[in-house]
């Protein structure tokens, strides 16, 4: 054991590491969504508490009025505090934004506007401030919102000026010309760039989406069989070697059917390979519906097929394999050339707890030739060669060695 072993290991730690990720959870929500929410809101607050700070540095400074830059600190801050426990408590969940990032940005550039006009000969800081509010907005909103805020700053901004220009006789107006027109300018940069970015976000989701299909795609390729749509034999091995599990727990039983269909080889030989594939997917359908949902069938290679049948016995399952040869046997196909008839030899085994699967495989494929050798379209159990009184553990051994 390491010494970050030792110590994350000390109940004491653990007891901090639980409280610490309570606090977290109850600060920001144990939702992951509602997390990400409050966390942006949080910071949004916590940035206008850094804003606030700048302000009443400037009032405690004289550079500024002092109760002014009070009440304006208490507004702006309270607000954000506001939406954030709206945010937080998951009220806005209800909205079109739950995370309400257009009003707070609104908020921000309402607040900022005033700020201009409260802050004197300090306003130049004011657009610093504002550029953070946009890059917010450049981040979070859409491209009509983006282009709303931009109009709304510049509208607030604007009537800021015109305010100071009317009523504060100190000030030179062709410098406050000169700091609108930085303004006008700092505000149409965000708005092109983050309309820039909010077109390469686009772009980027719609890959992200993409990629998913794709490989959601390429999962589907790699466990099924593009011809018949049935699970492929690697995807089935996973999953007969799942049940194989259950079944040394004891959970249940595990019986394997091997199927083949006969002499396909001449059915490619007279109609064409067109032909054979049609025949192929027809039989696929004709023993889906001739089985339970909770059976899975598989194509093993070629016209072999492999079909696992769960919670059931051999006497039932050799019903259920009967009804499919009868069924493949019945089976018409709307395209087929005439006189085109498919049969089907089975052969079952039942798993043994314990055993191989492969074994069990081994049985069921040979019961499946004694099924061809008997003249083909049957079905056939491959029992276990054991002497009476023996273990299905004992024959199971026995399978193995017969396998070798
Ligand atoms: N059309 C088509 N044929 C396939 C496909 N996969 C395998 N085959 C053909 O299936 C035939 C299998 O033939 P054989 O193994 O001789 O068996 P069979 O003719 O069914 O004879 P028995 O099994 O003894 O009844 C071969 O001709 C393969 O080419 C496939 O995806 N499509």
Redesign the pocket.
């Known amino acids: 054991m390491t010494e970050s072993d030792a110590a994350s290991s000390n109940p004491k730690d653990i007891n901090l590491c639980t409280l610490s990720q309570r606090s977290i959870d109850w600060l920001f929500s144990a939702d992951p969504t509602l997390r990400v929410r409050s966390s942006m809101a949080m910071l949004a607050v916590l940035l206008m508490l850094g804003g606030a700070g700048v302000m009443l540095w400037l009032g405690y400074t004289g550079l500024a009025p002092l109760q002014a830059m009070v009440w304006w600190s208490v507004v702006a801050v309270g607000g954000l505090t506001v939406m954030a426990a709206l945010v937080r408590c998951g009220w806005s969940a209800r909205w079109r934004d739950p995370s309400m990032t257009f009003q707070q940005i609104l908020w921000a550039i309402s607040c900022s506007a005033v700020a201009y006009v409260l802050a004197a000969e300090a306003r130049g800081i004011v657009p610093g401030l504002l550029a953070v509010t946009m890059l917010f907005a450049a981040l979070n909103l859409r491209a009509k919102q983006i282009v709303a805020v931009s109009l709304y700053a510049l509208g607030a901004f604007s009537l800021a000026v015109l305010f100071i220009i009317q009523l504060d006789n100190s000030t030179e107006p062709a410098l406050e010309i000169a700091y609108a027109l930085v303004l006008v300018l700092m505000l149409t940069g965000c708005m092109l760039l983050s309309l820039r970015l909010y077109q390469l976000r686009g772009r980027l989701r719609k890959q992200r989406q993409e990629l998913a299909v794709a490989l959601k795609e390429n999962r589907e390729l790699a466990s099924r069989d593009a ?1 018949t749509g049935l699970i492929n034999r690697r995807h089935m091995r996973e999953l007969l070697e799942l049940e194989q599990r259950r079944c040394v727990r004891g959970v249940r039983t595990m019986l394997l059917a091997q199927m ?10 007279t109609y ?9 997917k027809a039989f696929a359908q004709t023993v889906r519906d001739n089985i339970r949902n909770s059976d899975v069938l598989a194509r093993w ?4 097929f492999v079909l696992l049948l769960s919670d059931t016995d051999v006497a039932g399952a050799m019903l259920t394999l009967q009804r499919v040869r009868a069924a493949v046997e019945g089976t018409t196909m709307p395209d087929a050339p005439p006189g085109l008839q498919m049969t089907v ?1 089975i052969g079952l085994a039942e798993h043994m707890a314990g055993e191989m699967l492969e074994v069990t495989l081994d049985r069921a494929d040979k019961a499946l030739y004694s099924a ?1 050798r008997a003249g ?1 379209n049957q079905v056939r159990f491959g029992e276990l060669a054991a002497p009476a009184g023996w273990t299905p553990r004992q024959a199971a051994a026995l399978c193995e060695e017969d396998a070798l």
């Open positions: 011809l083949d269909i006969d002499h396909f080889k001449s059915i490619n030989d064409g390979h067109g032909v054979g594939d049609m025949a192929l290679g070629g016209e072999e030899s061809k083909r």
